[in-house]
Each structure stands twice: as structure tokens, then as C-alpha cells.
């Protein structure tokens, strides 16, 4: 089992900047991806970016050049900084592994607000 927890959401005015935090615990040697999802109410939860075990990172169209994902191995713990945020950033900020095809992990979710 792996354990997920997210912090460092809030409310921040356009513009502005975030960091957001995954503390990841339990059997992590079977982890092969983590990621970041978000989702606002009555849409599905689509993805932001994934970071590989070898640090290769994929992101949505949307958010690249404004966001960075990274981990830190050593303190089991992946990261999300979000620059020049916008309204349309604003959803709940969800931490996900993936262990295999079938074998996911989710974080309870952070929200994330954009707002002036």
C-alpha cells in the first residue's frame, strides 16, 4: 500500500505563485510514475503533469512553461510549483502513483483557488 498526502494549496491572486507538496509513504519500490491531477465540479479529473522514477516529466499543454513537477527521492516527496496562476487554474490539486496499470494511488486532494 502507498499513502499520499498533499499540502500547500490555497488562495492566490492571479498572477501569483504556489508550491504544492505530495508525502508519499508505504511500498514506494513498486512506484514507477507520480503526477499531479486536478478537477473542478462536473468535470472529469484531467491531468497536469507526471515525473518518472528516472525524473523524465510529461505536461499538459495548458500549464507548460508555468508549472514545474520534481521530486525529492531522499525525503519520499514530489512538488508541483505553480508561477503566473490563473482563474482557470482553480480545481482541486490531486497527488497520484501508479504502481501498475491497475494498481493506482490517490492523495485526498488539495484545493487550489485563483482569485482577485
Known amino acids: 500500500q502507498v499513502q499520499l498526502v498533499e499540502s500547500g494549496g490555497g488562495l492566490v491572486q492571479p498572477g501569483g505563485s504556489l508550491r504544492l507538496s505530495c508525502a508519499a509513504s508505504?511500498?514506494?519500490?513498486?512506484?514507477?510514475?507520480m503526477g499531479w491531477y486536478r478537477q473542478t465540479p462536473g468535470k472529469q479529473r484531467e491531468l497536469v503533469a507526471t515525473?518518472?522514477?528516472?525524473?523524465?516529466?510529461n505536461y499538459a499543454d495548458s500549464v507548460k512553461g508555468r508549472f514545474t513537477i520534481s521530486k525529492d527521492n531522499a525525503k519520499n516527496a514530489m512538488y508541483l510549483q505553480m508561477n503566473s496562476l490563473k482563474p482557470v487554474d482553480t480545481a482541486v490539486y490531486y497527488c497520484?502513483?501508479?504502481?501498475?496499470?491497475?494498481?493506482?494511488?490517490w492523495g485526498q486532494g488539495t484545493q487550489v483557488t485563483v482569485s482577485s
Open positions: 515525473i518518472t522514477s528516472g525524473g523524465n516529466t
Open positions: 497520484n502513483a501508479r504502481a501498475s496499470s491497475v494498481t493506482v494511488y
Open positions: 508505504g511500498s514506494l519500490f513498486r512506484i514507477y510514475i
